[in-house]
T-cell receptor, first 115, second 113 residues
Framework: DAGVTQSPTHLIKTRGQHVTLRCSPI?????VSWYQQVLGQGPQFIFQ???????GRGNFPDRFSARQFPNYSSELNVNALLLGDSALYLC??????????????FGQGTRLTVV | AQSVTQLDSQVPVFEEAPVELRCNYS??????LFWYVQYPNQGLQLLLK??????LVESINGFEAEFNKSQTSFHLRKPSVHISDTAEYFC???????????FGTGTRLTVIP
C-alpha cells in the first residue's frame, strides 16, 4: 500500500513568489495535517483538515493557506515567500480527526528553499 | 496550550550501551504522548505512543517510554542501542480529543561503534 505521498520532493523559489505543495493521504484516510520543520527544529503545526473542512490552524500568517479536495488530497499554498519560509514541509494523514487511535502517518516531505 | 521540552539536543552513546532521551511536557488538559524517529532525509515515523492505561509503553524495536504524570515526563529508553538507532528523535504531545501534534526540538542520537 502506498504511504503518504508528497510532491515535489524539492523546490527552489525566489522571495516574493508563490508555492503550492501537494499531498496524497493513505487510501481511506480522511484527515490531512501540514507541518513546517525548519532546520534544527521540531515540526510546527500549520493546518489540519478533515472531510474537506479546516479543523485546526497553527500560529502562521495569512500567507499560508490550504485546502482539501473531495478525494482527500490536499494542497498547501504559501504566498509572498520569505527567506524564513525555507523548511521541510511535512504532510501527515490519519483515519479520523480527534480521539484515540488516530495515528498520524507522515510523508517524506517537500524541501522548500527560498532564495 | 501544550509545549514539549527535550533538554538534550545531542546524545552520543556507544553501541550496546543503554540510552535515555528525556522529554518533559506542559499542558492544562489531558494529553496523548508520542515519540517519533526521523532518519536522514526522511519523514517522521511513529516509534511509540501513550494514550491511556499502562504508563509503560514499548516499541517493536526495543525502545520503551514511561508516562509520569506527576513529573510531566515521557522519557524514552533503550537498554542496548545499535548503530541503526542513529537518528533524530522527537517527543510530541497532543490534546486528548484532537490530533494536531506539538513537537519538541528533537534529540540527535548518535551511536558510536
Amino acid at each position: 500500500d502506498a504511504g503518504v505521498t508528497q510532491s515535489p520532493t524539492h523546490l527552489i523559489k525566489t522571495r516574493g513568489q508563490h508555492v503550492t505543495l501537494r499531498c496524497s493521504p493513505i487510501s481511506g484516510h480522511k484527515s490531512v495535517s501540514w507541518y513546517q520543520q525548519v532546520l534544527g527544529q521540531g515540526p510546527q503545526f500549520i493546518f489540519q483538515y478533515y472531510e474537506k473542512e479546516e479543523r485546526g490552524r497553527g500560529n502562521f500568517p495569512d500567507r499560508f493557506s490550504a485546502r482539501q479536495f473531495p478525494n482527500y488530497s490536499s494542497e498547501l499554498n504559501v504566498n509572498a515567500l520569505l527567506l524564513g519560509d525555507s523548511a521541510l514541509y511535512l504532510c501527515a494523514s490519519s483515519l479520523f480527526w480527534g480521539g484515540p487511535n488516530t495515528e498520524a502517518f507522515f510523508g517524506q516531505g517537500t524541501r522548500l528553499t527560498v532564495v | 496550550a501544550q509545549s514539549v521540552t527535550q533538554l538534550d539536543s545531542q546524545v552520543p552513546v556507544f553501541e550496546e550501551a543503554p540510552v535515555e532521551l528525556r522529554c518533559n511536557y506542559s499542558s492544562s488538559v489531558s494529553v496523548y504522548l508520542f515519540w517519533y524517529v526521523q532518519y536522514p532525509n526522511q519523514g517522521l515515523q511513529l516509534l511509540l505512543k501513550y494514550l491511556s492505561g499502562s504508563t509503560l509503553v514499548e516499541s517493536i524495536n526495543g525502545f520503551e517510554a514511561e508516562f509520569n504524570k506527576s513529573q510531566t515526563s515521557f522519557h524514552l529508553r533503550k537498554p542496548s542501542v545499535h548503530i541503526s538507532d542513529t537518528a533524530e528523535y522527537f517527543c510530541a504531545v497532543s490534546e486528548a480529543g484532537a490530533n494536531n501534534l506539538f513537537f519538541g526540538t528533537g534529540t540527535r542520537l548518535t551511536v558510536i561503534p
